[in-house]
């Protein structure tokens, strides 16, 4: 059973904005942390932000920090990353994913996987 789904991904020029999103239909975000995850074609997979449970705890990466937003919406129970002023090494697959226990900034510390939304960045 796919728990999570990310969509929202597609091709944008560089300095243009895009908003993800990520469902999850098995865990209520409220109850759960969430982080977003990237790959870029030949690296590994990175950190990109994470948002906990509570709401207290938010975390990214100094690659994306001022331009990328983590935010959550109980009602839909839906995750979102806004993404502003992208660039071109912001192109890669990205993954949402539920914590379980660990480190926010390794994916080894989360438990559920979607299956990715792609985002390419042109210059």
């Known amino acids: 059973q796919v728990q999570l789904v990310e969509s929202g991904g597609g091709l944008v020029q560089a300095g243009g904005s895009l908003t993800l999103s990520c469902a999850n239909s098995a865990r209520p975000w409220s109850s759960y942390s969430v982080g977003w995850f990237r790959q870029a074609p030949g690296k590994e997979r990175e950190f990109v932000a994470h948002l906990s449970w509570n709401r207290v705890g938010i975390y990214y990466a100094d690659s994306v920090m001022g331009r990328f937003t983590i935010s959550r919406d109980d009602a839909k129970n839906m995750v979102y990353l806004q993404m502003n002023n992208l660039k071109p090494e912001d192109t890669a697959v990205y993954y949402c994913?539920?914590?379980?226990?660990?480190?926010?900034?390794?994916?080894?510390?989360?438990?559920?996987w979607g299956q990715g939304t792609r985002v390419t960045v042109s210059s």
């Open positions: 994913a539920s914590h379980y226990s660990g480190g926010y900034y390794m994916a080894g510390s989360y438990d559920r």
